[in-house]
């Protein structure tokens, strides 16, 4: 994602061609990555913060997360799926 337009629109970057999408949320959908992959934490008070993905609640559809950049950097945290997405790396 490369950007948030009004409250539910993003502007999406595709990395093969570099054309920019403009997409609703519902044609979206969070990513999460497989267990000590990095995170991208998208809402609540580290909204914008790195972390990385330490185990999964799969019964309650939250993991918990190990921060690793900001002011609480070392904490963990517990959030909702919707709340971080995976860090796309190449």
Known sequence: MK???EKYTAVVVLLSSGAKLKLDQTHLETVVPALGKDVLILKGQNRGEMGVLEDLDIDNFCA????????DKGNKIKLPYEN???VYSE
């Open 3 to 5: 950007d948030v337009l």
């Open 64 to 71: 918990h997360i190990k921060v690793v950049t900001g002011k």
């Open 84 to 86: 971080f997405s995976k």
